[in-house]
C-alpha cells in the first residue's frame, strides 16, 4: 500500500512570473491554474513544478526544479480572501514589490460568485479556468528556485514529469529521498517547517 504523505504531484510550468505559485510573505500558495490538481491534492501531499521549453528553456527529460511545496492547508477562495489579505494583489506595486504579484484576486461576492480583482497577471479568459476548483492550495514547508535558478535533480531521485502540459500532474511516490535533497540545497525562498 502507498503512503499518501509520499504522494508527489508533478507538472510543467509555462511562467515563473511570482503569481501561480506564489512564494511571498512566508507562505507558498497555488491559487489560479492548475485546478483539477488544486481539486485532488490534499494535505500532506507534496507539489513540484519544472521547467519547460517555454518556461526555463529546457526539453523533455531534462527539467529542472522550479520549486517544491509540501501542502501543510487547503482553503476554500472565501477563506483565503479572509484569512491572507497579504497575499491581495496590488497591480500599482513596484515589480520587485511581492504585493504586485500577490495571487488573492478573487473576491467573495457571498452569492457563490465571485469578483477578479484588476491585475496584471490574470484576466476574464482566465476566470473560468481559475474557478474550476475553489480550493487554494499553502504550503508552509516549501522550497522555491526560480526558473533562473532551477535546481537540476540526480537521475536516481528524479520523479516522474509529464512530457507535456497536464491538468492533474503526474503522480510520484517514495519521494523521500527527493525531499532529503531539495532539503538540502540553497533555495532562493524557502520556509521550513
Excluded at 38 to 65: D, I, M, Y
Excluded at 111 to 137: C, F, I
Excluded at 151 to 169: A, D, T
Aim: charged share 25%; net charge neutral; hydrophobic share 25%.
Amino acid at each position: 500500500m502507498k503512503n499518501k504523505r509520499s504522494k508527489l504531484y508533478s507538472y510543467k510550468m509555462t511562467d515563473d512570473s511570482g503569481f501561480a505559485p506564489n512564494p511571498y510573505h512566508g507562505i507558498l500558495t497555488l491559487a489560479t491554474c492548475k485546478p483539477r490538481m488544486r481539486h485532488n491534492t490534499q494535505v500532506g501531499n507534496w507539489v513540484a513544478g519544472f521547467t519547460s521549453a517555454r518556461c526555463g528553456n529546457t526539453p523533455v527529460g531534462q527539467e529542472k526544479l522550479i520549486y517544491l511545496m509540501k501542502v501543510t492547508e487547503k482553503l476554500t477562495f472565501d477563506e483565503y480572501w479572509e484569512q491572507h489579505p497579504e497575499k491581495h494583489n496590488d497591480p500599482e506595486a513596484n515589480h520587485d514589490d511581492p504585493h504586485w504579484c500577490g495571487d488573492n484576486v478573487y473576491r467573495p461576492l457571498g452569492n457563490g460568485e465571485y469578483e477578479q480583482m484588476k491585475n496584471d497577471h490574470h484576466d476574464e479568459k482566465n476566470k473560468a479556468h481559475d474557478l474550476g476548483s475553489k480550493q487554494v492550495l499553502l504550503s508552509e514547508e516549501f522550497y522555491y528556485f526560480g526558473k533562473d535558478n532551477a535546481l537540476e535533480l540526480p537521475s536516481k531521485i528524479r520523479p516522474n514529469v509529464p512530457k507535456v502540459q497536464s491538468s492533474y500532474g503526474m503522480i510520484t511516490y517514495d519521494i523521500e529521498a527527493l525531499i532529503e535533497y531539495v532539503r538540502q540545497q540553497q533555495p532562493k525562498l524557502s520556509a521550513k517547517r
